[in-house]
């Protein structure tokens, strides 16, 4: 089965500090795309960062970064200098065989 | 906006009505999707159309009936729902390679 964990259902930061969300995955497949997208109060579904498996180096997306380890199946989420904008639920999610698989997210909070 | 319109934006029906989802995309993308969106649940993928041709139905009851006339146009039409079927339902688009999604804002239907 190709499933993806989120297993922080809750997060806070304070405004300008770094946070780490994690995400593990399970798949038998070699090639596959990674991502985080963000949906904040609004419902709308935003591309925040993405990653193809086949690449080593890790994306990043102005203040946000990720940390892929392939062998370990663990796709995690940095965000730098977090926003109040930033607070809304995180998820991460990959594409396989043309299906787009979804954790169960993580409610961020970027507190004043 | 995404490029990606869905209508209405919320949506009230009794158990005996019957309505229609809408959406609408302008990006040149050929496959579309509906998802569900519960609350503390993953998204889950209900239906995927490739070139208005339907190519996945994952065990959707048949009360959620599709229909895709063209690659830009994808509807939900609903019809004797019950309660639990109360939800955020988005739509997707993407390109071939299936390498990014992108979404609507969703309809947040309630069932009474």
């Known amino acids: 089965a190709q499933t993806v964990t989120q297993s922080q259902p809750e997060m806070s930061v304070q405004e300008a500090e770094t946070v780490t969300l994690s995400c593990t995955y399970d798949?038998?497949?070699?090639?596959?795309?990674l991502f985080w997208y963000k949906q904040p109060p609004s419902r709308q579904m935003i591309l925040v960062i993405r990653q193809e498996a086949y690449k080593q180096q890790n994306a990043t997306e102005n203040r946000f970064s990720v940390n892929f380890q392939k062998a370990a199946k663990s796709f995690s989420l940095k965000i730098s200098d977090s926003q109040l904008g930033d607070t809304a639920m995180y998820f991460c999610?990959?594409?396989?065989?043309?299906?787009?698989?979804f954790g169960q997210g993580t409610e961020l909070s970027v507190k004043p | 906006e995404t490029g990606v319109t869905q209508t209405p934006r919320h949506l009230v029906m009794g158990m005996t009505n019957k309505k229609s989802l809408k959406c609408e995309q302008h990006?040149?993308?050929?496959?579309m999707y509906w998802y569900k969106q519960s609350a503390k649940k993953p998204l889950e993928l209900m239906f995927v159309?490739?070139?208005?041709?339907?190519?996945e139905n994952n065990s959707v009851p048949s009360r959620f009936s599709p229909e895709c006339p063209n690659s830009s146009h994808l509807f939900l039409h609903l019809h004797t729902l019950q309660p639990e079927d109360s939800a955020l339902y988005l739509c997707?688009?993407?390109?071939?390679?299936?390498?990014?999604?992108?979404f609507g804002s969703g309809t947040r239907l309630t069932v009474v």
């Open positions: 999610a990959f594409i396989i065989t043309g299906k787009l698989i």
């Open positions: 990006l040149g993308h050929n496959a």
């Open positions: 798949t038998s497949e070699s090639n596959y795309y």
């Open positions: 997707a688009s993407s390109l071939p390679d299936r390498s990014s999604y992108t």
């Open positions: 159309y490739n070139f208005k041709e339907q190519t």
